[in-house]
C-alpha cells in the first residue's frame, strides 16, 4: 500500500517534471516558383523560438524572431518545427503566402501541441496592426492544445426490434424502485423493536 502511494507520488512527479517550460524552433522555408513552370525550395531557416508551458499556456511568448529574408520570387512559404541536425520537419507543416510577413502586420505564431506536450503543427498568420495601435505588434505566441475529441463506444451492441427499430435502452432503476422492499423491512424492525421496548 505504501509502496504503491510512492509509486503513484513518482509518476506525479515525473508527468510535473516534464509539464516544464519547453521551446520550440520554429523556422521557414520559402517556395518559389521557378522560371520554367516548376517550384524549387530553399533550405528551411529559423523564424522563431517560442516558449511555452503546458500547464500555462496563456504565458506562451517568442524568445526570438528574425524576419525572414525572402527572394522576390517567393510567393509562399513553408512553416514548421525543423530538427536542424536531423535536417527533417518533426512537426505538421502549414503554406502561408509571404503578405503575411508585409509591413502592416504583425506576425502570429501558432502552434498546436499534444496533451504530452510535442508540437504537432505549426503555423503563421499576419495580423493587420491597427493604426493608432502603440504596442503588442510585435510578433506573438498562439500556443493551443489539440484536444482530443470524443471517443466512439466501442463494442457496444445495437439493438434492434423486429421491425428493424432501435430499441431505446432500458433506464437505469431508480434506487427506491429497487430496494423499496429492504426499505419496508427495516421500517417494520424498527417499529415492531420500538414496540418490544415499552
Ligand atoms: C496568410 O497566408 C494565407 C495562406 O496563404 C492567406 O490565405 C492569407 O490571406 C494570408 N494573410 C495575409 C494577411 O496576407
Known amino acids: 500500500m505504501r509502496l504503491s502511494a510512492l509509486a503513484s507520488g513518482l509518476c506525479a512527479f515525473a508527468a ?3 509539464a516544464s517550460p519547453r521551446t520550440a524552433q520554429v523556422f521557414i522555408q520559402p517556395i518559389e516558383s521557378a522560371a520554367n513552370g516548376g517550384i524549387t525550395s530553399d533550405k528551411p531557416s529559423p523564424l522563431a523560438e517560442v516558449a511555452y508551458d503546458i500547464a500555462a499556456l496563456s504565458t506562451s511568448s517568442i524568445v526570438s524572431y528574425e524576419a525572414p529574408d525572402l527572394a522576390p520570387e517567393t510567393r509562399s512559404v513553408r512553416i514548421g518545427i525543423y530538427d536542424y541536425k536531423a535536417k527533417a ?8 503566402s509571404v503578405e503575411n510577413f508585409s509591413k502592416g502586420y504583425s506576425p502570429n505564431i501558432i502552434l498546436s501541441v499534444d496533451s504530452r506536450g510535442d508540437v504537432v503543427s505549426a503555423a ?3 495580423v493587420a496592426i491597427d493604426a493608432g495601435q502603440t ?15 470524443k471517443q466512439p463506444e466501442l463494442n457496444k451492441p445495437v439493438v434492434l426490434s423486429p421491425e428493424g427499430k432501435k430499441v431505446p435502452e432500458e433506464q437505469e432503476k ?5 430496494y423499496w422492499w ?3 423491512i427495516a421500517i417494520f424492525v424498527m417499529v415492531s423493536g420500538g414496540g418490544a421496548e415499552k
Open 16 to 18: 510535473l517534471a516534464s
Open 89 to 96: 520537419w518533426v512537426s505538421g507543416t502549414t503554406v502561408a
Open 124 to 126: 503563421c498568420k499576419g
Open 135 to 149: 504596442r503588442d505588434f510585435g510578433p506573438q505566441a498562439v500556443v493551443l492544445p489539440e484536444s482530443r475529441g
Open 174 to 178: 431508480t434506487f427506491l424502485q429497487k
Open 182 to 184: 429492504m426499505i419496508a
